[in-house]
């Protein structure tokens, strides 16, 4: 059974940094491209960024690209998002995934999330 434990999250003001670490468990790791996604209040989930299987080729979203980080190692079953200038518009429940950003939503798997609020 695939489970995926998000952590990290937190209040934060804008400009300020957060770093979310995801542990996974119950599948082979290292074979899967995994994503991180998020919720904003009201609004469905968004795909945030995406990493390959060995950590080198990753994709993210407009809206965060030279802001967010994403990395992986695969010997601590583990996915990371460093999350830099945070905004407002940030603010969400961000959940790591499995699969990558063509096929998280219709197959992948993903956990309880992590709250992140950006705010003075």
């Known amino acids: 059974e695939v489970q995926l434990v998000e952590s990290g999250g937190g209040l934060v003001q804008p400009g300020g940094s957060l770093r979310l670490s995801c542990a996974a468990s119950?599948?082979?790791?290292?074979?899967?491209?995994m994503s991180w996604i998020r919720q904003a209040p009201g609004k469905g989930l968004e795909w945030v960024s995406s990493?390959?299987?060995?950590?080198?080729?990753?994709s993210y979203a407009d809206f965060v690209k030279g802001r967010f980080t994403i990395s992986r190692d695969n010997a601590k079953n583990a996915l990371w998002l460093q999350m830099d200038s945070l905004k407002p518009e940030d603010t969400a429940v961000y959940f790591c995934?499995?699969?990558?950003?063509?096929?998280?939503?219709?197959?992948?798997?993903w956990g309880q999330g992590t709250q992140v609020t950006v705010s003075s």
């Open positions: 990493i390959g299987t060995a950590g080198t080729s990753t």
């Open positions: 119950g599948f082979t790791f290292s074979t899967y491209d």
């Open positions: 995934a499995s699969r990558g950003r063509l096929y998280w939503r219709r197959f992948g798997s």
